[in-house]
């Protein structure tokens, strides 16, 4: 295993797989601190592909100035021992003037779906991700690129990112892994106190009521997100920022849940931690267009 520091040696390192050696090569972008959920991509890359690349790189661009970009949890080290073990070919882990020269200034910007949810929230952060990955596959030209449902409208960006774009790399999305407690592993849960620690299965509490309602009939939109804000809200630790039930391929809102496939998610607070998740419902409908994994 190399770490790479400087995007030329990884530039030339990944002609070289590709020209003289005809090997696929999958990559994995990470911002580190890495967890079950980040290993999971790695296993599913080493499965599929004959070179591996893992990028570790904390991305200031999809950060906004009150986000955690300084406290964001790094651990170069450990991160390197956890990769050695799954026979990892390379980490790239760029400094930031490495991957933004001096007067950087070209954006990338995925219209309509980086506005919602998580865009909502955090404006300018899809620009930031959607800039960041074009970078980092114009640098390492993967034949794959894996991500989690966990980030659900990331997954959505990046399929479109580089449906539109022409990219020549194809996007795997594969399943959340959670906890025994049913807590989606995140870097950010290292930032939750014991007792948030404690409060914050409620998320996944609140993602099943959401599909046994679903199981049960329901088909209003609203009304199944009040069910799952209710459950959240037994929880006097947690606060809501939103529930959205929305069409999982263009997440634009449902009134009305049809045949169509439903993303469920959810963004709340515990103390300053703001946590996300979701769940797909009628997963059995799912096109391979979408954010979804497969079904
Ligand atoms: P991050 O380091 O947070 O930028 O995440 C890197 C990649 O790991 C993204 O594609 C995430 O969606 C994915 N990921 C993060 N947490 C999980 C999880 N619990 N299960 C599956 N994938 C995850």
Do not use: W
Not at 251 to 258: I, S, V
């Amino acid at each position: 295993m190399e770490i790479i520091n400087r995007t030329q040696r990884m530039r030339s390192v990944s002609r070289k797989v590709r020209r003289e050696q005809d090997r696929t090569i999958g990559l994995v972008p990470t911002m580190g601190a890495l967890h079950e959920g980040h290993l999971s991509l790695v296993r599913e890359a080493r499965r599929m592909c004959d070179t591996v690349v893992v990028s570790i790189f904390v991305n200031p661009k999809q950060f906004a100035p009150t986000d955690d970009f300084q406290t964001y949890p790094r651990d170069l080290t450990k991160d390197t021992m956890l990769l050695a073990d799954y026979n990892v070919d390379y980490i790239f882990a760029p400094a930031v003037e490495e991957i933004y020269p001096k007067n950087f200034s070209t954006h990338v910007e995925v219209e309509g779906l980086s506005d919602q949810l998580e865009g909502a929230a955090r404006p300018g952060h899809f620009r930031g991700v959607a800039t960041v990955l074009t970078i980092l596959f114009n640098i390492v030209r993967p034949d794959f690129a894996y991500f989690g449902q966990k980030d659900a409208q990331q997954a959505l960006v990046v399929r479109r990112l580089v449906r539109d774009l022409a990219f020549d790399t194809e996007i795997v999305v594969l399943p959340t892994v959670r906890e025994e407690s049913g807590l989606a592993y995140s870097s950010r849960n290292a930032y939750l106190s014991e007792g948030e620690r404690k409060a914050a299965p409620v998320l996944r509490r609140a993602l099943a009521r959401a599909e046994s309602v679903y199981a049960e009939g329901e088909r209003n939109g609203r009304r199944l997100a009040e069910l799952v804000r209710a459950e959240i809200e037994r929880e006097p630790a947690a606060q809501t920022e939103y529930v959205s039930v929305a069409d999982a391929d263009t997440l634009d809102p449902l009134e009305r849940l049809d045949d169509r496939p439903v993303l469920v998610s959810l963004a709340v607070r515990f103390g300053k931690t703001r946590l996300i998740d979701n769940v797909l419902l009628n997963r059995a409908r799912t096109g391979k267009t979408g954010a979804l994994v497969q079904p």
